[in-house]
């Protein structure tokens, strides 16, 4: 698909708002607007649609950020985010600890999230995932 000048402003507001959202949500003493300053969204913004238009259509695109901004979509998202953070699989202590090890470890997620998953874990979640990647290394 050929990416038309409202496919590429769209694309670059989209990335400069993806960014902004992720800075300030990351960090209270993250200077966002240096950041974003160093990045020419116009560029980035049509490269990032060049690669999201190979596996989506614009329309769909379009469909999915008013979906995605629908109140009652982020209030269900924080929702279910919030019980998969503080609801336990199970009622044994131990069998947390290994479930929440071998997911963190699993490769289900890429390696910064782990990494902060681990990072953020109790104790006796850190150590079984130390563990079980220095099993995985032997």
């Known amino acids: 698909m050929t990416m038309t000048r409202t496919h590429q402003a769209y694309f670059s507001d989209l990335v400069e708002k993806l960014f902004r959202q992720g800075l300030e949500a990351a960090n209270q003493h993250t200077d966002v607007d ?16 060049e690669e999201v238009l190979k ?19 982020i209030r269900s998202t ?7 953070a503080f609801i336990a699989p199970t009622t044994d202590d131990a069998r947390n600890i290994e479930v929440m090890a071998q997911y963190l470890t699993s490769g289900v997620l890429d390696t910064e999230t782990a990494m902060n998953g681990i990072a953020e874990a109790g104790d006796a979640v ?8 220095h099993e995985r290394k032997v």
């Open 78 to 84: 924080y929702a279910i985010e919030q019980a998969l």
């Open 34 to 49: 240096y950041i974003l300053s160093l990045i020419d969204f116009k560029e980035y913004g049509k490269r990032f649609g």
């Open 55 to 73: 596996h989506a259509s614009y329309t769909d695109l379009k469909y999915a950020d008013k979906v995605l901004s629908d109140e009652r979509v």
């Open 126 to 133: 850190q150590n079984r995932a130390l563990q079980l990647i």
